[in-house]
């Protein structure tokens, strides 16, 4: 919100000013814009223009001298974008407060004060008005729109009072802001409604945590002169424009009403927090996508140390430290980096020397970090079935796994100088297919020397020849991540706190690659490299509410990660003793746009009967 150049009927701003603030301050809508590595620039700057059309003073419909409405604004706006509104853009709508004050007059096709005494039809008239400008943004392309309602002050009577404000006023804006929401969704308007006058309210009466010590719109931070104008030099105290809630009070020329630079930055912080929410919130289902391939890695990884001994059963577990980290594809979006550990446990039975069957269970935990503030604590308890087959040297299994999951969520806020925590818990569960199948090559080298590897007491029997296995492999992994709805509490009462709506995500991967093992002695280093491609539909909404009001429901794109990949396995395995094995290994996904994890995992396996026929998968 600026000040047009040609100047409002109350005077030009001086050299340094001209934002409704304390100059020279940025307005809500310059820190908002920045947050996206944009700005917010006057539309009327000479010899550029800007992207900016609001106008402080500006009244829906009715024009007050070269104080542009906010239909001039968006018919401007869309005369110089061929009438087409960017889809990627956010868009903020925020009018009427201008039209509800005691003090409107009269001024083109809008008549004057409609609020006392109350005038309930012409409210609903300009509430009209307003949805239908708003539905011209849509109708253009806009898709992400922010429409804030307007703030009423009930909270801070002093300060209502003193503009002017009545309690006949807040019902009329309530009526006013109701009337709006109520009409965008009625026609099918998906907007984001933002709840300025619990903000300022909340402000208001918790001064303190924000650094401000004067509430009084009688002692404004700028005296009597209209915050446009304001510069340091009209500081009614040299900090005053972080000490003070108001700008310029009831004294000012054009009424007053306007903000200091510091609630501006609170207000800009809380549109971000609102419109950034349901893509933090996305993660809860991104990331057990990524923990789960860990659970089929190690079932896969002790695969072949079972597979050795026909009608022998055999107990292992396997433990994973890795580190997932997620970012957002969209710029100023937050990010998502944790450290997830997980332990697996299994036994399994060779029913022939081809063909092993068995069950495990496994525990994963990982916090993960909002880069904006906050983390949330996930857990998941799975159990797999899973079983392999070979035939000569073709090979293949098969893992099933259902998980039930728990997320412990801490969503932090800053707002100004002060950081909201708005906690919240949900339960989600995920269920997922893993195959693959593949072909070895069988490639003898020899005889290894006969104290290979480390010495038992016992004297060794004849060593083994050197083998090499190698072949292609190809596979698919199957997953379905659901997450509850749940709601979020801030103890302190800041209406930060939103709720969300379940999700679910789909996952439906290919991987396509090579695997090569050498087996001399009790070693057996091995590695397996896959191209993975993911086929399901990523574009997927995150629906939230806010919980400070009665609103309309909006929803925002979850995170999008990338299609394409290469996972990496390298590891060996280890004979201990005749009835012993393990095995240590290296895992990664590179090459993912957005995303980034690799780790470490340990096994250890346990033959319970004495050796049988001779195996290898």
């Known amino acids: 919100m600026y000040k047009p150049l040609g100047g409002p009927p109350f005077g030009l701003a001086p050299p340094g000013a001209g934002t409704w603030t304390t100059n020279p301050d940025p307005g809500w809508a310059q820190i908002f814009a920045s947050r996206f590595g944009g700005s917010a620039t006057p539309s009327d700057t000479p010899g550029v223009g800007g992207n900016n059309y609001a106008i402080g003073g500006a009244r829906v419909v009715a024009q007050n001298g070269n104080i542009l409405s906010t239909q001039t604004q968006i018919a401007t706006y869309l005369a110089g974008t061929g ?26 096709s809008s008549p004057g004060n409609i609020v ?13 008005q307003a949805a239908s400008q708003v539905t011209q943004l849509w109708n253009a392309g806009a898709r992400y729109i922010l429409v804030p309602n307007t703030p009423a002050l009930n909270a801070a009577a002093s300060a209502a009072a003193a503009r002017g404000y009545s309690s006949v006023l807040v019902d009329s804006r309530s009526i006013y802001d109701h009337a709006l929401w109520n009409d965008l969704s009625a026609a099918g308007i998906k907007f984001i409604p933002a709840d300025i006058a619990s903000l300022y309210n909340y402000v208001l009466t918790n001064p303190g945590s924000f650094g401000i010590t004067v509430t009084s719109a009688l002692t404004a931070a700028c005296g009597n002169v209209n915050s446009y104008q304001c510069t340091p030099a009209n500081y009614v105290a040299p900090n005053a424009n972080k000490t003070h809630f108001w700008a310029d009070g009831a004294g000012a020329p054009d009424g007053g009403g306007h903000t200091t630079g510091a609630v501006q930055q609170i207000v800009a912080d809380y549109f971000y927090g609102l419109v950034v929410a349901p893509s933090e919130i996305s993660f809860l289902a991104e990331a057990p996508l990524k923990t789960r391939l860990g659970v089929i890695s190690s079932i896969q990884n002790q695969i072949p140390l079972s597979s050795d001994q026909a009608g022998a059963f055999h107990g292992w577990v396997s433990g994973d430290v890795s580190w997932l980290k997620m970012t957002n594809n969209v710029n100023g979006f937050p990010d998502d980096p944790g450290t997830p550990l997980a332990t697996t446990a299994g036994f399994d039975y060779a029913i022939t020397s081809n063909w092993l069957v068995g069950a495990a269970f496994s525990g994963q935990a990982t916090k993960q970090s909002f880069s904006l503030g906050g983390d949330y604590r996930q857990q998941e308890f799975a159990v797999s079935l899973y079983t392999a087959f070979r035939h000569n040297a073709l090979w293949a299994d098969a893992i099933g796994s259902w998980g039930a999951l728990r997320d412990t969520v801490n969503r932090q806020v800053p707002l100004g100088t002060s950081i909201q925590s708005n906690q919240g818990s949900t339960n989600g569960s995920n269920i997922s297919f893993a195959g693959e199948v593949g072909y070895d090559f069988r490639m003898p080298f020899g005889p290894a020397p006969a104290n290979a590897g480390i010495s038992y007491k016992a004297p060794v029997a004849a060593a083994a020849p050197i083998v090499l296995m190698h072949g292609p492999v190809a596979g698919i992994i199957l997953q379905q991540v659901y997450v509850d709805g749940f709601t979020e509490a801030n103890t302190s009462g800041a209406p930060t706190a939103l709720s969300f709506t379940s999700q679910t995500r789909n996952s439906a991967v290919t991987e396509l690659g090579y695997r090569a093992s050498l087996r001399f002695g009790i070693w057996e280093p091995y590695a397996k490299l896959t191209w993975d491609h993911e086929f399901a539909d990523l574009n997927r909404l995150v629906g939230a509410s806010l919980t400070s009001i009665v609103a309309p429901a909006f929803s925002m794109p979850a995170v999008v990660l990338g299609r394409d990949w290469a996972a990496g396995t390298i590891g060996t395995r280890l004979k201990l003793a005749s009835d012993v094995s393990g095995y240590v290994a290296l895992t990664g996904q590179l090459g993912q746009n957005n995303a980034m994890t690799y780790g470490g995992q340990v096994g250890l396996n346990v033959a319970f009967n004495p050796p049988g026929v001779v195996a290898k998968f």
């Open 83 to 108: 009438g087409v509104a960017d889809p990627n853009a956010f868009y903020t709508y925020w009018a009427g407060s201008n039209d509800l004050k005691t003090t409107t007059v009269a001024s083109g």
């Open 116 to 128: 006392n005494p109350q005038n309930v039809p012409q409210l609903l008239a300009v509430a009209g």
